[in-house]
């Protein structure tokens, strides 16, 4: 890999390399040449498509409609499936082996499937709890997906997910245990239960009469809300919801981990002015303007976050992990996976603030180096100031497919990919694979585009050779997981 250079530097070329800190191109070396990985089995269960239930063609409504069901197993986004006369219905509010009244949220008498939610509870689940939070269940909250469900058999039910979706989309029969991540709560704080108080960023959204509230499941519906059980103590202590918000689009509250900063994030609609801010608690206030650009009104346009053995700057609604363990629990799984050698070089595509770029610099030391692409503009910025005392790293600017191929780099030891939920993708694969890295380390948090693209880099060489699972979202469907890939064996592919 050629050595990157400090931030703010242009890209390398694609040139001959020289003798200082530059390694030869690498070529294949007992690694199998490439071939397309066996076609999966055919689904045990269906999956439901991010599109509407409806029938383009059109259809009669059946939004309304309810029937009686017995429910079958998970699937991926929170619903578990059900059929009816044939027809298969994806069912929230509901567990595995119950015995339901689901009443139909979208789709007509053409759709291929249904959406619905259990409205009655004819023969419950024994892992059925009543729900914390008293804005969840049908039609209301849309932000948890199993407040139904005791955190034990959340678990489980993650657990299948994850295990459907490798087998589905990635031919690997495999379960992984998800791991529940506790929080670390200061000495005598009281604990808020198990599965609430850890989202340390809340987004509210705003209703035309100015009422900050959290959107409905698969909606632009706004439910009011007096708190939110699952946010951070220091979230509910600002009060965002008790104040009037006329004019605003949304709302973000945020509180960093390991320091006492806070702040609220606003974005106003096009046109409108800032109201007058007074909250509950002190926090600083920032405005997001029709750009996207963070402006600071009252107090820090940042957070300062505390993880890896050091303190970043995140600004604004930039990226960060809202678990307060989050941060400090996926650095010491990729690194645990990739075993960073002295003088390696490293590659941390999605890079945000730099998170897993400062922790490899500081496992490679002085004589090794690391490139970091980052496509957002203020995490570029920020990037670049909480790794500024390092000369052996540098940040580039830009979607990754795009700036990777430009940097003239043809070999690197290490890769790191934290891609958005879509996950990297078949070019971003290739591209990865063409490095010959000797480990990469994909941080995900969907298990369908995890599947997906170990799928592909099984198809360029790469066998998954450890994954873990993380339970950084507690009454959700979301999970965390850290795949570690290698070359595979001559001989071997997957």
Not at 379 to 397: G, K, P, S, Y
Request: some cysteine; hydrophobic content about 35%.
């Amino acid at each position: 890999m050629n050595r990157p250079r400090p931030s703010g530097a242009r890209s390398g070329s694609s040139g001959s390399r020289s003798s200082a800190g530059h390694r030869p191109t690498r070529r294949p070396s007992g690694r199998p040449a490439a071939r397309p990985a066996e076609r999966p089995e055919a689904p045990e269960r269906p999956t439901p498509p991010d599109a509407d239930a409806g029938d383009p063609a059109g259809g009669t409504s059946l939004v309304g409609r309810r029937y009686e069901v017995e429910v079958g197993p998970v699937a991926h986004g929170g619903h578990c499936v059900a059929r009816h006369e044939g027809r298969v219905l994806f069912v929230r509010h509901a567990l595995p082996g119950e015995r339901v009244v689901a009443a139909v949220t979208e789709g007509t008498d053409t759709s291929r499937f249904l959406r619905a939610d259990a409205v009655e509870i004819l023969d419950a689940s024994p892992d059925r709890v009543p729900a914390p939070c008293p804005f969840s269940g049908p039609g209301r909250c849309g932000g948890c997906d199993w407040q139904h469900a005791s955190v034990a058999a959340q678990l489980r039910l993650k657990e299948d997910v994850l295990a459907e979706q490798l087998h589905r989309l990635a031919g690997l029969d495999l379960r992984v245990p998800v791991e529940p991540v506790p929080l670390d709560l200061p000495e005598g704080s009281e604990a808020p239960g198990e599965g609430l108080g850890w989202r340390t960023r809340v987004r509210f959204a705003v209703d035309d009469s100015g009422r900050a509230g959290l959107r409905r499941h698969r909606s632009h519906d706004i439910e009011p809300v007096e708190h939110c059980p699952i946010a951070h103590p220091e979230i509910n202590e600002l009060g965002v919801p008790g104040h009037p918000w006329a004019g605003m689009e949304t709302v973000e509250a945020v509180t960093a981990t390991g320091s006492t900063d806070r702040a609220v994030v606003i974005t106003p609609r096009p046109g409108r002015m800032l109201p007058l801010v007074r909250l509950d608690a002190p926090t600083s206030i920032v405005r997001v303007d029709d750009h996207g650009g963070v402006h600071r009104v009252h107090g820090r346009p940042f957070v300062r976050e505390r993880a890896a053995g050091r303190t970043w700057r995140v600004t604004g609604s930039g990226f960060w992990q809202v678990h307060p363990a989050a941060a400090d629990t996926l650095v010491a799984a990729v690194l645990d996976g990739l075993d960073p050698r002295p003088g390696e070089t490293a590659i941390d595509l999605y890079c945000g603030v730099g998170l897993f770029a400062g922790a490899l610099l500081d496992r490679l030391g002085p004589t090794g180096a690391v490139l970091g692409i980052e496509s957002g503009q203020q995490a570029v910025e920020d990037a670049r100031h909480n790794l500024r005392d390092h000369t052996n790293v540098r940040i580039e600017r830009g979607r990754v497919e795009r700036v990777l191929p430009r940097t003239g780099i043809t070999g690197t030891d290490l890769v790191v990919l934290d891609p958005p939920r879509t996950g990297a993708g078949r070019d971003v694969v290739r591209a990865v694979t063409e490095l010959e890295p000797r480990r990469v380390a994909y941080v995900a948090c969907d298990p369908a585009a995890l599947a997906r693209d170990l799928g592909y880099f099984a198809r360029h060489g790469y066998r998954l050779a450890a994954l873990r699972a993380f339970d950084l979202f507690p009454m959700t469907h979301h999970l965390e997981c850290v795949a570690i890939l290698e070359a595979a064996p001559a001989g071997r592919n997957g």
